[in-house]
């Protein structure tokens, strides 16, 4: 699923084609599911003829300011939506789409035609969902309507200071991932994401958020944001991660699976999977130790993420 990097990236492609421009036509795709609490037909009518003045992003949800009066353009990517400029590729998660050459597009749920005054050119951007797990939506006022208003803290945006998040972190005992992903905790943070985090920070993923140290309190609140912050300056490109991130070798699975991510005494590192808060979820066994007692307690309840 596209996380808040990846989000970001949508946010500002929208921008740089949008930006100043009138939406002059809107095409639409009718979808009972992806539009939420509107209509394609609505969506394209209320839309029509206003001028973009800004793109913003909280979380996983990126927004349209328009002028004038009338609500505004409210974007969840969900597993597979993603942007598509005429002309350019696609802003695909990690895979790159089977067709990427006709227009109307595949999937379209809607294209908007964005013109300049005094200009010829008309720039046209598609949001395509495939497996329909997006949502379009319209808010009046999109920072402080759902669901932008039920999230938590957004790394990048709104990241607390150290006290109150291990406030706020102390006062649960689920596994630290189930929080990470956890949107009403921290808007933005996936999987691949927390996984990132939690590797860096040294903290296994099943460790109980209660039980967390000072040291790694300290390392979880300065990586949530940092691993946001180094994704969105590479514009969510993972080929220009660093390499010492476990991203860049948590893919591959099996006997014949190979990587060449290292310890820091130059060994192999062990990747190993589990799933925890109903993801799974990527670790290195020699840096990330689950603590005894959190380790009898999944031993005991079967593994499963408690709540």
């Known amino acids: 699923m596209p996380e808040l990097p990846e989000v970001q990236r949508a946010a500002d492609v929208t921008k740089e084609v949008a930006h100043g421009r009138v939406i002059e036509k809107v095409e639409t795709t009718e979808d009972t599911i ?33 002028d004038g009066e009338g609500p505004h353009p409210v974007l969840h990517l969900g597993m597979t939506g993603m942007l598509h400029v005429r002309g350019q590729e696609p802003t695909y998660y990690r895979r790159k789409p089977k067709v990427i050459d006709e227009w109307p597009p595949r999937f379209m749920k809607f294209i908007l035609h964005l013109r300049k005054d005094g200009e010829e050119t008309v720039n046209e951007l598609a949001f395509l969902d495939p497996r329909r797990l997006g949502r379009i939506r319209l808010c009046n006022s999109p920072l402080t309507e759902p669901p932008i208003s039920k999230l938590g803290f957004d790394p990048l945006l709104s990241m607390p200071t150290l006290p109150d ?41 099943e460790q109980r958020a209660n039980e967390i140290t000072d040291d790694q309190m300290k390392a979880l609140h300065k990586n949530t944001f940092d691993i946001c912050r180094k994704a969105v300056e590479v514009n969510a490109d993972s080929s220009r991660f660093p390499e010492n991130w476990l991203f860049k070798h948590r893919w591959g699975k099996g006997k014949n699976a190979k990587h060449t991510l290292l310890l820091p005494d130059g060994k192999p590192a062990t990747i190993k999977w589990i799933q925890v808060g109903g993801r799974t979820s990527a670790y290195v066994s020699e840096l990330q130790s689950l603590t005894k007692k959190a380790a009898r307690v999944f031993k005991l309840i079967g593994r499963r993420t408690p709540l």
């Open 34 to 66: 992806v539009y939420h609490g509107t209509t394609h037909d609505e969506f394209s009518k209320t839309i029509t003829g206003r001028k973009v003045i800004d793109v913003g992003r909280y979380g996983k949800v990126f927004y349209i300011t328009l």
């Open 165 to 205: 998040f291990e406030q706020t972190v102390k006062k649960r005992t689920c596994a630290i991932k189930a929080l990470l992903l956890d949107q009403s905790f921290s808007a933005g943070v996936g999987n691949w994401v927390a996984d990132e985090i939690l590797y860096q920070s040294r903290v296994h993923p």
